[in-house]
């Protein structure tokens, strides 16, 4: 089964969204993923995943794809320990962890050694 991975170090600020969905939309119409669907699900996890590291998150900011066979991974790494929850959508956001966990099989945060943390989703793609 093939295993691919991408890896991006993202600037800080506004400029990374459009980096994370650049890199993930290349990146997986590059490897064989052809329901653009699927492809735009990842994107858009991508993009709550990095507006939420930027928003929220600390020091350098990188973003991983990683595909094997069918199962796609985005992950976003942060400086921040701080774990993302779920809060009430408002005027200033609050609706990001509830498009994830509607687009994902799986979602979940690790622990770094340097005290960041990398918030992960699994979406099922198709080639």
Not at 5 to 13: E, F, H, S
Not at 28 to 45: I, K, R, Y
Not at 63 to 89: F, I, K, N, Q, Y
Request: glycine share 14%; aromatic share 4%.
């Amino acid at each position: 089964m093939d295993e691919l991975t991408a890896r991006l170090d993202l600037p800080v600020g506004a400029e990374a969204l459009a980096s994370a969905r650049q890199v993930v939309h290349s990146a997986l119409v590059g490897w064989g993923f052809e329901d653009l669907e699927d492809v735009a699900d990842a994107v858009l996890v991508a993009d709550e995943l990095v507006a939420n590291a930027v928003r929220h998150g600390g020091g350098c900011l990188s973003l991983h794809v990683h595909a094997r066979g069918d199962e796609v991974t985005v992950c976003a790494v942060d400086g921040s320990a701080v774990v993302p929850r779920r809060r009430e959508p408002d005027g200033d956001g609050g609706r990001g962890l509830g498009i994830i966990e509607a687009l994902c099989q799986a979602w979940g945060v690790e622990d770094l050694p340097d005290g960041g943390k990398r918030v992960w989703v699994r979406l099922a793609g198709s080639r």
